[in-house]
């Protein structure tokens, strides 16, 4: 049996067909497919060790050793789940664990290897009134540690959950543009609430903004905004232009997305790759590496 779609032309067999069929009549919309591989609850056991070794340190003021182990075990919790998610990608074809465990190993493990193994309150450099100056001892790094094992553990536990559901078949239930020149219109309303942070807020014209924006990396020499976060503790509705800004990123995935599968004219794939180019080169100008392999691997 032949079947076609635009240029495309699929050729099936009477038994594939009816597999196929047959497949697709057991599966829901935003359930669990045919073949999925669940993941066993006993991997939230895997987090306990570490979660009581900071526990302990936090609770008796702080034990360096115990937030070494616990960082430690946390560690290797995280890597061997991130390297079975990997084994079992083709069972499950979804981010979530890989986003948990992976994004945890990098950042979280990472930060902690980097700054705070081996942690020395007494060491001279550092020492201001028997602490960092920002404040940090044994016993924040415990409690720290004790928070970030929890955490994981309501991460992973959300791995588990499918009352929420809903959710999913709500996405998948939202109609697709009719026509390719819609979706490229969605691409440009997207881009444009990107740009609304370098056009009202910041002291420089917007070409200018972001010209410094690309080639600030982690130095002091990008755009001066008008508005943003006031700390770790926000108190101005400006620190919600990071999630503008952010927005922008997903833009450029979608618009190479749409220039690749979607764009019937070389004009619009020529937008839509500029975009791509800008908003690359904005995540580029961040030095974050979340955002930089985000819209290289999505590419």
Not at 14 to 41: C, F, I, K, L, M
Not at 185 to 198: A, E, T
Request: with cysteine; hydrophobic share 50%; charged share 10%.
């Amino acid at each position: 049996m032949r079947t076609s779609a635009g240029n495309l032309t699929f050729l099936y067999d009477d038994q594939t067909d009816q597999v196929a069929s047959t497949w697709a009549a057991s599966t829901v919309p935003g359930e669990w497919q045919p073949g999925y591989h669940e993941r066993s609850p006993a991997i939230l056991l895997c987090f306990v060790p570490s979660l009581v070794l900071s526990g302990i340190s936090w609770q008796m003021g702080g034990i360096q050793f115990f937030n070494d182990a616990a960082f430690g075990l946390l560690c290797l919790v995280l890597a061997g789940l991130f390297l079975r998610e990997l084994a079992m990608f083709t069972r499950r074809l979804g981010l979530g664990g890989l986003v948990v465990f992976g994004g945890g190993l990098i950042w979280w493990c990472y930060d902690y290897g980097t700054h705070w193994l081996g942690f020395d309150p007494n060491r001279s450099d550092i020492k201001v009134d028997g602490s960092l100056s920002l404040g940090v001892n044994p016993a924040i790094l415990g409690k720290a540690l004790y928070l970030h094992c929890l955490f994981a553990i309501f991460m992973t536990a959300g791995l588990f959950l499918r009352r929420f559901m809903f959710v999913s078949r709500g996405i998948m239930r939202l109609p697709e543009p009719y026509t390719s020149f819609g979706l490229f219109v969605i691409v440009l309303i997207v881009f444009g609430v990107s740009m609304i942070p370098y056009v009202f807020f910041t002291r420089d014209d917007p070409l200018t903004a972001i010209v410094k924006t690309i080639s600030q990396g982690y130095s002091d020499k990008g755009t001066e905004w008008t508005a943003g976060r006031t700390g770790n503790v926000n108190y101005s509705w400006g620190g919600y232009l990071a999630q503008l800004v952010e927005l922008g990123y997903v833009g450029g995935v979608l618009a190479m997305f749409h220039a690749i599968l979607f764009a019937k004219s070389w004009i619009q794939r020529i937008i839509c790759i500029g975009i791509f180019a800008i908003q690359a080169a904005l995540a580029f100008g961040t030095g974050a590496r979340g955002v930089i392999f985000c819209l290289s691997v999505y590419r």
